[in-house]
């Protein structure tokens, strides 16, 4: 076990930090309880399991495992240290600058890991957030390393490529992924390591690189390196939950991709902080009509 204490210059909150790495409640890569946020990494020493508690004025962390000098390395860079606000003014809309002063402690994440966020991207395209969380869920457990040390019971690391390249056919179709997202996955981790190596470059050229591969676009590329690169400007565009969403906090309406980047103008370079400002504020949207109906094709 090794252990490190991290005092950021500025506030963090590891709630508003870490919570855009975490699929959902079951995941079983990132959990949180009374003791802190736990998090199973797979390192390039090997898996490890983090530990992150706040405690006065700092962030103590404590991980085991083969890969626990890279979990604590990384720590500062994971809890924001590296996230540059130069040139982000607040003040060009009342409700930005309100949630600004609001959380303090929210600081865009540079998670340094590309195919453990790539993979649950891909899972979520065309498909309802519950589907695509509990395909990973499923997947990780069945496929991810246990958690070293005392992480919580479950916990898993994500598989690295060469695991994913051995996953067969008819386990993506137990956990509900279609041939689509699957034959994406596949093409991904074909290269797999090649991508890891993208968190060396800016998060442009990641981005660039990442949409190379077929089945890969912008709202999958852009989801992958706001937490992989923690770029504060890649916007989902795509999804229709974050522009309505942005739409009704700034002007009380929905919009679409182009009202949403036409709003969001005026925040280039950071308009993904806005959104995770947001996010953070639980802002919705007025919503009509029905809910869609989730049909389940995991036994078909």
Same mark, same amino acid.
């Given at each position: 076990?090794?252990?490190?204490?991290? =005092?950021?210059? &500025?506030?963090?909150?590891?709630?508003?930090?870490?919570?855009?790495?975490?699929?959902?409640?079951?995941?079983?890569?990132?959990?949180?309880?009374?003791?802190?946020?736990?998090?199973?990494?797979?390192?390039?020493?090997?898996?490890?399991?983090?530990?992150?508690?706040?405690?006065? @004025?700092? $962030?103590?962390?404590?991980?085991?495992?083969?890969?626990? &000098?890279? =979990?604590? =390395? @990384?720590?500062?860079?994971?809890?924001?240290?590296?996230?540059?606000?130069?040139?982000?003014? !607040?003040?060009?809309?009342?409700?930005?600058?309100?949630?600004? *002063?609001?959380?303090?402690?929210?600081?865009?994440?540079?998670?340094?890991?590309?195919?453990?966020?790539?993979?649950?991207?891909?899972?979520?395209? /065309?498909?309802?957030?519950?589907?695509? /969380?509990?395909?990973?869920? @499923?997947?990780?457990?069945?496929?991810? &390393?246990?958690?070293? *040390?005392?992480?919580?019971?479950?916990?898993?690391?994500?598989?690295?490529?060469?695991?994913? /390249?051995?996953?067969?056919? %008819? +386990? %993506?179709?137990?956990?509900?992924?279609? !041939?689509?997202?699957?034959?994406?996955?596949?093409? =991904?981790?074909?290269?797999?390591?090649?991508?890891?190596?993208?968190?060396?470059?800016?998060?442009?050229?990641?981005?660039?690189?990442?949409?190379?591969?077929?089945?890969?676009?912008? %709202?999958?590329?852009?989801?992958?390196?706001?937490?992989?690169?923690?770029?504060?400007?890649?916007?989902?565009?795509?999804?229709?939950?974050?522009? /309505?969403?942005?739409?009704?906090?700034?002007? @009380?309406?929905? $919009?679409?991709?182009?009202?949403?980047? &036409?709003?969001?103008?005026? %925040?280039?370079?950071?308009?993904?902080? $806005?959104?995770?400002?947001? +996010?953070?504020?639980?802002?919705?949207?007025?919503?009509?009509?029905?809910?869609?109906?989730? $049909?389940?094709?995991?036994?078909?």
């Amino acid at each position: 076990m090794l252990s490190a204490r991290y =005092a950021p210059a &500025e506030r963090v909150s590891l709630g508003l930090v870490l919570a855009p790495l975490r699929q959902g409640a079951g995941d079983p890569t990132c959990r949180r309880d009374e003791s802190g946020w736990w998090l199973a990494l797979a390192t390039a020493g090997g898996v490890a399991t983090l530990r992150l508690r706040e405690v006065v @004025g700092a $962030v103590e962390a404590m991980a085991w495992g083969p890969g626990a &000098e890279y =979990a604590i =390395a @990384g720590v500062p860079d994971l809890l924001g240290a590296r996230d540059e606000t130069s040139g982000f003014d !607040p003040t060009r809309h009342p409700v930005v600058a309100t949630l600004h *002063g609001r959380f303090p402690g929210l600081r865009l994440t540079r998670a340094a890991r590309v195919m453990a966020f790539l993979v649950p991207t891909v899972l979520g395209q /065309k498909v309802s957030g519950l589907e695509q /969380k509990r395909a990973w869920r @499923g997947l990780v457990l069945q496929h991810g &390393e246990p958690a070293p *040390g005392p992480a919580p019971a479950g916990m898993r690391a994500a598989p690295v490529p060469a695991v994913w /390249k051995r996953v067969p056919s %008819w +386990e %993506w179709h137990t956990a509900g992924v279609g !041939p689509r997202r699957s034959d994406t996955v596949m093409r =991904a981790v074909a290269v797999g390591d090649a991508l890891e190596r993208t968190v060396t470059m800016d998060a442009a050229e990641a981005s660039r690189r990442l949409r190379t591969i077929p089945g890969i676009g912008v %709202w999958t590329a852009a989801e992958t390196v706001q937490r992989s690169h923690g770029d504060p400007d890649a916007v989902s565009v795509g999804d229709s939950h974050v522009s /309505k969403r942005v739409g009704w906090a700034l002007t @009380g309406k929905r $919009v679409d991709d182009d009202g949403m980047l &036409e709003l969001l103008e005026p %925040w280039r370079g950071h308009r993904q902080r $806005v959104v995770r400002l947001i +996010e953070a504020a639980g802002i919705g949207y007025e919503r009509h009509g029905p809910r869609m109906t989730i $049909v389940d094709n995991r036994r078909r």
